[in-house]
């Protein structure tokens, strides 16, 4: 069974920056693509990031691309989601979750495990 354990969250003014990690463990991680999706009060989850198994394939979501970055370290089974520019609209819970698939995927129905999620708050 793979758990995963995000960290990172926190609260931070709008133009900062934070970097939110996950940890995996109970599975092969380097075998999987890797997620990260975001859900606000009251919206639907959201896709942000993806990146498959090598790390060499990477897809943003509209809102995020050009701030955000996905990467992977397979030696630490850990995937991290470096955000910089942060805007107030980016507030929500971020989920970590991998995919039953090496390739990226914008689909979260192609990621079985989820973990339980970090808060990021971007004040105006």
């Known amino acids: 069974q793979v758990q995963l354990v995000e960290s990172g969250g926190g609260l931070v003014q709008a133009g900062g920056s934070l970097r939110l990690s996950c940890v995996a463990s109970?599975?092969?991680?380097?075998?999987?693509?890797m997620g990260w999706f975001r859900q606000a009060p009251e919206k639907e989850r959201e896709f942000v990031a993806t990146i498959n198994w090598s790390g060499s394939t990477t897809y943003y979501g509209d809102s995020v691309k050009g701030r955000f970055t996905i990467s992977r370290d397979n030696a630490k089974n850990t995937v991290y989601l470096q955000m910089n520019s942060l805007k107030p609209e980016d507030t929500a819970v971020y989920y970590c979750?991998?995919?039953?698939?090496?390739?990226?995927?914008?689909?979260?129905?192609?990621?079985?495990?989820w973990g339980k999620g970090t808060q990021v708050t971007v004040s105006s």
């Open positions: 109970g599975g092969t991680f380097s075998n999987n693509a």
């Open positions: 979750a991998a995919s039953r698939y090496g390739s990226q995927s914008r689909n979260r129905n192609n990621y079985d495990y």
